[in-house]
């Protein structure tokens, strides 16, 4: 299989190894040419005003909006899972206009929930779906969903925080799958783009 990686900013050569450790193919995206060569794509953490301006200088925020309304299977990681989601409540505007986001799940999102970058931090996450050993996330500046909508499936929560959830072949988490050696959340979102 064939994954697109945004390569626009952030931590996109830590989930293009995970997929190729999984034996797929990860395609660098910073074009909307390369799209079309994929079956699915992954939004890697990093700034999520700075992701989603590029991406909207780059012409592909749109066809990706597209993409996904249309069933594409799209995995956002910390940044990635604030520009998947409808709604976010300390967006950043800029010079007045919203900050561009993807909008195609059904949760609100607070961005560095859990603090600035000091406070970043590693813990063990039971995720039922992944099997019953825990899940090591680190989280970076890492956002929390502070609501859901129709739809949407809550995977796992961290004290009381949700921080990974699935509307259809659409998969979020607040954290950092691809700094750690475990690939069970990549294996989880390429079964999906598979079904």
């Not at 010079?95 to 929930?113: K, S």
Request: contains cysteine; glycine residues 10%.
């Amino acid at each position: 299989m064939r994954v697109g990686i945004l390569a626009l900013q952030g931590a996109f050569i830590e989930h293009a190894r995970a997929i190729r450790e999984l034996g797929c193919e990860a395609v660098e995206i910073r074009k909307p040419g390369r799209l079309d060569e994929c079956r699915a794509l992954i939004i890697p953490g990093g700034e999520s005003t700075t992701i989603g301006k590029l991406m909207k200088e780059y012409g592909l925020l749109d066809p990706v909006r597209e993409k996904g309304e249309a069933g594409w299977p799209i995995f956002g990681t910390c940044a990635g899972m604030v520009l998947l989601a409808k709604e976010i409540e300390d967006a950043q505007d800029i010079d007045g206009v919203p900050q561009p986001r993807l909008g195609l799940m059904n949760i609100t999102v607070r961005r560095n929930a859990f603090g600035r970058q000091v406070d970043s931090f590693e813990t063990d996450l039971h995720v039922a779906a992944l099997g019953p050993e825990p899940v090591r996330a680190v989280y970076i500046r890492a956002p929390y969903v502070t609501a859901v909508g129709p739809g949407t499936e809550v995977l796992a929560s961290f004290d009381g925080k949700i921080v990974l959830v699935r509307q259809g072949r659409l998969l979020a988490a607040a954290f950092h799958p691809e700094l750690t050696p475990d690939r069970r959340l990549h294996r989880y979102f390429l079964d999906l783009a598979a079904s």
